[in-house]
């Protein structure tokens, strides 16, 4: 009997968290809050599903979601994400090729699958750490742009997880998501669908990794995400931290062969 009663006091209580019907009218205009009120322990994130999600009662066309995305992904990486040769001094060494990293061959296969790869570089940026210096990954041209000189151990201070074997990474790879950049497309959805292409992007690099024989991937995924932007030299509140990879040289790479 006690075992039933508890039960039911767990059901009203979830009951209690339930969200008005999407296309009820909300004249006190405070659905939302009296949500969040009713859970014991309410998170941020909580209040971003309720904002994000999608609804025939919406004042937006989704069917032309997709054709006005290629549209913009397109443009991005035709103008901003690309740079301007003519302002680029060839003396300053500011552009390498795929083939003077060690994970050359990762970006090389994934220029290789360009149209496919456009959609995933629009939503997330990607740089690329090397002898301690930052360079971001130019995808239509398949280059690096150098940025900035950072310390490996700057960098490291700002991922939780790095030990011993951190430290003796030859290079870098940072996966960097751009949530806003989506926002004219998908609104408060932006978030979601960003998230969605990095982890895409994520396990596209390691499935390349793998096939590279001459290389050991190791991926951290938790950080002091202030500390780690900071050694970027990056500011703004718009660029999440989801995946950095340390690449290191396979002592087994004969034996593989």
């Known amino acids: 009997m006690e075992e039933k009663k508890e039960f039911e006091e767990s059901y009203l209580e979830l009951e209690e968290t339930l969200i008005p019907y999407p296309d009820s009218i909300d004249l006190a205009m405070d659905n939302n809050r009296a949500y969040m009120l009713r859970l014991m322990r309410p998170f941020h994130f909580e209040q971003q599903i309720l904002l994000s999600r999608l609804t025939p009662y919406d004042n937006e066309s989704y069917e032309s979601v997709k ?15 690309n740079y301007e040769d003519s302002i680029l001094d060839k003396k300053n060494n500011l552009l390498k090729e795929p083939e003077d990293f060690l994970s050359g061959n990762i970006f090389q296969q994934l220029y290789c699958n ?5 959609e995933y570089l629009f939503f997330t940026d990607m740089y690329l750490i090397s002898r301690n210096r930052l360079y971001r990954y130019i995808l239509s041209r398949n280059k690096f742009l150098f940025r900035r000189n950072v310390k490996k151990e700057e960098l490291l201070n700002g991922v ?16 960097l998501a751009q949530p806003k950049r989506g926002s004219g497309i998908y609104g408060e959805h932006a978030y979601q669908e960003t998230l969605l292409s990095a982890g895409a992007l994520s396990q596209l690099l390691q499935f390349l990794a793998s096939a590279v024989s001459e290389l050991k991937m190791r991926m951290h995924n938790v950080f002091y995400d202030a500390i780690l932007l900071q050694s970027f030299g990056i500011e703004d509140h718009n660029s999440v931290p989801v995946g950095m990879y340390e690449i290191h040289a396979n002592p087994c790479k004969e034996e593989i062969k």
């Not at 360009?114 to 456009?118: H, M, P, Q, R, V």
């Not at 939780?160 to 996966?175: C, P, R, T």
Request: aromatic share 14%.
């Open 67 to 81: 054709k006005r995305l290629y549209d913009v992904v397109e443009w991005y990486h035709s103008t901003v994400y």
């Open 114 to 118: 360009l149209e496919s790869a456009k």
């Open 160 to 175: 939780v997880s790095s030990d011993s074997m951190s430290v003796k990474a030859e290079e870098f790879i940072i996966l």
